[in-house]
């Protein structure tokens, strides 16, 4: 399977601990994307990556969160301090930046992050 | 600021029947459109997108869409509703603005439940 994937795939942590995701995006796609999902809602962006340049970074992402993507082939996402409200669906997504399947984003399964 | 809207939490059809879902969006300048599904489970798959062209775009699994300018509406459509494709279906807009090449807004989401 060469499709989008994360892990891990659920995460478990106290409030206050740092937890870091990792996404793998299809191998061909230079673009890459992390949303937060909450039940009921739908995919909320949160940045955005061209190769290994992050070249859009949602105004609702506090500084408690980072990403990178060092060599423009897989990505973390790292929380520092959880609180509650963190807990959610982080989803990745990768696209092509050419030809007929620009911007058809690919998902990845989500990693399920609950903060006790 | 870039907007979507679905204004139907779940859209209920009885198999054979046509299938509707309505997506509403508001953005400043041109869109880029998208329609995503989403089974039990699994991650988001992508169905079709507008991004130039003829306004009905027809796309996975025998959906389309109408892209109304007027209306700005992207309403997803299939002829005749299979009970598989019972599933959580969300709109996304990406706006053609300046700079801004990454950010994508997607619905909340309309839950289609299809009964034999």
């Known amino acids: 399977d060469t499709g989008v994937s994360q892990d891990p795939r659920h995460k478990i942590t106290k409030r206050g601990q740092n937890v870091t995701f990792r996404c793998d995006p299809i191998s061909e796609h230079n673009r890459l994307y992390w949303y937060r999902q909450t039940l009921g809602q739908g995919p909320e962006f949160l940045t955005y990556?061209?190769?290994?340049?992050?070249?859009?970074k949602s105004r609702l992402l506090s500084d408690r969160f980072s990403a990178e993507r060092p060599k423009g082939s897989f990505s973390t996402l790292e929380i520092q301090r959880t609180e509650q409200g963190d807990s959610a669906m982080y989803l990745c997504a990768s696209s092509s930046s050419s030809g007929e399947s620009v911007y058809e984003q690919y998902f990845g399964p989500g990693t399920r992050l609950t903060v006790t | 600021a870039q907007s979507v809207a679905q204004p139907e939490d779940q859209v209920n059809v009885a198999e054979g029947n046509p299938l509707t879902v309505k997506c509403t969006y508001s953005v400043s300048g041109n869109p880029y459109l998208f329609w995503y599904v989403q089974y039990p489970n699994r991650g988001l798959q992508f169905l079709l997108k507008y991004i130039t062209g003829d306004n009905l775009v027809k796309g996975s699994y025998g959906f389309e869409a109408e892209f109304n300018k007027s209306q700005t509406s992207f309403h997803l459509k299939k002829p005749s509703a299979l009970v598989s494709d019972s599933a959580l279906y969300f709109c996304a807009v990406k706006e053609v603005l300046g700079d801004s090449w990454g950010k994508f807004q997607f619905g909340a989401g309309t839950q289609v439940v299809v009964t034999p």
């Open positions: 990556f061209q190769n290994e340049a992050q070249l859009e």
